[in-house]
């Protein structure tokens, strides 16, 4: 199972949210530059970054920061974070992203899903981002009044390569992740799925483990208030 740390930026810095509440975040020293070479450092493969910039006004406006991480790490990157057109797929792609997360736009426009799929194939993760069962898009400010595994049964056929579940009620709250519904999303998707939101504690990726049809989990502000080490979580990759 692939484990994904966690870099969100906002302001060209390290930050983490609590339920994706701009007015709720912690600030960290380390750039991100610098934090992804950590993670290298440790072993891990994999990195799940959020441009939260990009998120807010819908422009991919890390991208140098971005293409940095890529050079310098080495790390299979998925990036999300307001990617709303083809030219910024595009450009997350020449700088070398292995995955690129469509939330908002493909909710919203379920064609453009599916046109981005057949224009950049395996190149497509969907982030799912879900409260209370419904799907919330524009930076988690809205509810889009769909259900989640109805959209996803309307676009499991579309060609997505990963697929990104998230349990906006979980996230940043470091009580577990919400495994029952991530495992009813899980059982009817046609690509492997990522767990989001809630990782607290090492037992938690072992719990992933043991689920059908996942791909990795998502580690984020555990990692960075130190409740998970780096060399622990890092023993859990295979």
């Given at each position: 199972m692939k484990i994904f740390p966690a870099i969100d930026i906002k302001d060209k810095k390290?930050?983490?949210?609590?339920?994706?509440?701009?007015?709720?975040?912690?600030?960290?020293?380390?750039?991100?530059?610098?934090?992804?070479?950590?993670?290298?450092?440790?072993?891990?493969?994999?990195?799940?970054?959020?441009?939260?910039?990009?998120?807010?006004?819908?422009?991919?406006?890390?991208?140098?920061?971005?293409?940095?991480?890529?050079?310098?790490?080495?790390?299979?990157?998925?990036?999300?974070?307001?990617?709303?057109?083809?030219?910024?797929?595009?450009?997350?792609?020449?700088?070398?992203?292995?995955?690129?997360?469509?939330?908002?736009?493909?909710?919203?426009?379920?064609n453009f899903l599916k046109k981005s799929c057949e224009k950049f194939p395996n190149k497509i993760a969907l982030g799912l981002d879900a409260k209370d069962g419904y799907l919330s898009v524009s930076g988690w400010k809205e509810n889009s009044n769909q259900l989640t595994l109805d959209y996803l049964k309307k676009v499991n056929n579309y060609g997505v390569s990963r697929l990104i579940y998230t349990d906006i009620n979980r996230d940043g709250m470091k009580q577990s992740p919400n495994f029952d519904e991530t495992s009813r999303v899980a059982e009817i998707s046609n690509c492997p799925v990522i767990i989001s939101g809630g990782v607290s504690s090492i037992n938690d990726i072992k719990k992933a483990k043991s689920l059908k049809n996942i791909e990795g989990i998502i580690v984020g502000k555990a990692i960075y208030d130190g409740d998970i080490k780096l060399e622990d979580l890092a023993m859990e990759i295979n």
């Open positions: 390290c930050v983490r949210l609590i339920k994706g509440d701009f007015t709720n975040k912690t600030e960290y020293e380390i750039s991100p530059s610098d934090q992804a070479r950590k993670f290298k450092d440790y072993g891990f493969k994999n990195l799940h970054i959020v441009d939260l910039d990009g998120a807010l006004i819908g422009e991919t406006v890390n991208i140098e920061i971005i293409k940095q991480i890529v050079i310098k790490s080495d790390l299979k990157v998925e990036i999300g974070g307001g990617v709303r057109n083809f030219e910024s797929i595009k450009k997350y792609i020449d700088v070398g992203v292995d995955k690129v997360i469509l939330g908002s736009a493909a909710i919203k426009d379920k």
